[in-house]
């Protein structure tokens, strides 16, 4: 009895061990693919956002944060515009990160914990990035799923990605009564805007 | 038995090491109605002066155009151990209201070692420009009136943008008034006639603290739809943390997304 017991221990170690590797090899793999990208002076401001745009897509769980982005304006909207809502926010979250990237100047990174959270099916990995006079940490809050690993928000300095984009695009919906049809308008505009200002 | 046991624990080890249980995924979603209950998350700040608060908001993003992210741009130009000694400086004068507020918040031990930190950078970190507490292990914990007015139940009141100072609620607002008035640095300057260092330490934090945010201010005025509640929620998120004084990925709220790929 006691064999199993330590067996049981050991094998749920080794497997949150390989887990947590696993998920920080991929981490490192695809912030690394967007860092070489900013690095690269050949590279024009667009095809660095079709990067970025490329690696959001792949590794965030866009369709999943537009929804619960959308609060209570998801249940009313048809099918359609929920699909148009849904690539527009997904540009919209890719031209947030590409935008945080603007400023990027050969600052380093580590990944300093990961931490495997049962409860809640998530893992959360800190990320130290340093420059020249400061640190600072920024959390990646990831979701597995069937073998794959997908980003369900980014935390820089206590504030969350994904729930101020929600208080955000509640207010605009409330001016629009909750008519994601209105709002998607309002999005596009504000995607052209920051597209705009990303590829000059 | 116990041979049979082994193999069988093995080969699902053996199983799960080459993970043959994982499968094709899609980014495609599924969530439950709660997701979508706004007030789980507090999305509704308690903004009743909100039209008063946008004109001095936008009041505000224009003071910060013109003047404070010029000024924090050619800030960050200054030769690195200059920033970092700026930095540290203005750092070390806050310490002593720092640590009134924690031991007003029954922080005896952030007490000592902020008073350590004080005592060491005042005196062989050269008036605080080298930051030789930190590398000694005594690092800086934040606090202020308006998380002390927290900790001993004061709820937030209302949202307010206060003018040049900006997002703020009616608890910190008074905290902040606290800290103009008790600041231990700031009357003593007063006390020994010389009142006229107060505005430059003043505007010497402000500029450096708006230095090491250029690129999150932009990301968020560049990317948001509604930038003055992007600010608010921010804000809000931020000063929770604090008062929590929890580490970084317990303090931040955890967005329960209920996903379940198909």
Redesign the interface.
């Known amino acids: 009895m006691k064999?199993?017991k330590k067996?049981?221990i050991i094998?749920f170690l080794?497997?949150t061990y390989?887990k947590a590797q696993e998920v920080t090899t991929w981490l490192q793999s695809e912030v690394d693919n967007i860092l070489n990208s900013y690095k690269n002076s050949s590279l024009s401001n667009l095809e660095r956002f079709n990067i970025v745009e490329k690696t959001v897509?792949s590794n965030f769980?866009?369709?999943?944060?537009a929804?619960?982005v959308?609060?209570?304006a998801?249940?009313s909207a048809n099918e359609d515009l929920k699909k148009e809502y849904i690539k527009l926010f997904k540009k919209?979250l890719a031209?947030?990160i590409a935008?945080?990237m603007?400023?990027y100047a050969d600052q380093s990174y580590n990944l300093i914990?990961t931490?495997i959270d049962e409860s809640?099916q998530?893992i959360?990995i800190?990320m130290e990035i340093l420059d020249?006079?400061?640190s600072f940490?920024v959390?990646w809050?990831i979701?597995e799923?069937?073998?794959?690993f997908?980003v369900?928000?980014l935390?820089?300095?206590?504030?969350?990605l994904?729930?101020?984009?929600?208080?955000?695009?509640?207010?605009?919906l409330k001016k629009v009564d909750y008519d994601l049809e209105n709002f998607n308008i309002?999005?596009k505009k504000?995607n052209e805007?920051?597209f705009d200002?990303i590829i000059k | 038995m116990?041979i049979f046991?082994?193999k069988t624990?093995f080969t699902?080890?053996f199983l799960?090491?080459f993970?043959l249980?994982?499968?094709?995924?899609a980014?495609?979603?599924t969530?439950y109605?709660n997701?979508?209950?706004?007030s789980t998350?507090e999305?509704?700040?308690y903004d009743p002066l909100e039209p008063l608060n946008r004109v001095i908001f936008s009041f505000n993003n224009v003071l910060d155009k013109l003047i404070l992210e010029p000024t924090a741009k050619g800030y960050r130009k200054l030769p690195?151990p200059l920033?970092?000694g700026i930095?540290n400086f203005f750092g070390n004068l806050r310490m002593p209201l720092i640590i009134i507020n924690q031991v007003l918040q029954g922080q005896g031990g952030n007490a000592i070692e902020s008073t350590g930190r004080f005592v060491i950078n005042s005196t062989i970190g050269l008036v605080g420009i080298v930051d030789v507490a930190s590398r000694v292990g005594l690092e800086e914990k934040d606090e202020d009136f308006g998380q002390t007015l927290a900790a001993w139940g004061v709820g937030d009141g209302f949202y307010v943008v206060l003018p040049i100072f900006g997002p703020s609620n009616v608890r910190d607002a008074a905290g902040t008034f606290l800290t103009y008035t008790y600041d231990p640095i700031n009357s003593f300057l007063i006390d020994q006639n010389q009142g006229w260092f107060i505005p430059y330490r003043i505007t010497g934090n402000a500029i450096d603290y708006r230095s090491?945010i250029?690129?999150?201010v932009?990301?968020?005025r560049?990317?948001?739809?509604?930038y003055?509640?992007?600010v608010?929620?921010?804000y809000y998120?931020?000063r929770?943390?604090?008062i929590r004084n929890e580490e970084?990925?317990v303090?931040?709220?955890?967005?329960?997304?209920s996903?379940?790929?198909e």
């Open positions: 064999f199993i067996t049981l094998f080794l497997t390989v897509n769980a866009g369709a999943g944060i929804k619960f959308a609060g209570k998801w249940a919209h031209l947030n935008s945080m603007q400023g914990k931490e809640n998530l959360l800190d020249q006079n400061n940490v959390t809050r979701k799923s069937k073998g794959r997908f369900i928000d935390i820089v300095a206590d504030i969350s994904v729930l101020t984009k929600r208080s955000e695009f509640n207010s605009m309002s999005l504000q805007l920051s200002k | 116990k046991l082994k624990i699902i080890l799960f090491s993970q249980f994982s499968a094709e995924t980014d495609n979603v969530t109605p997701d979508f209950e706004t998350f999305d509704e700040v690195s920033q970092s930095s090491k250029i690129d999150e932009n990301a968020l560049n990317n948001s739809v509604d003055y509640a992007a608010r929620s921010s998120q931020n929770k943390a604090a970084d990925n303090s931040a709220p955890a967005p329960i997304i996903i379940e790929f």
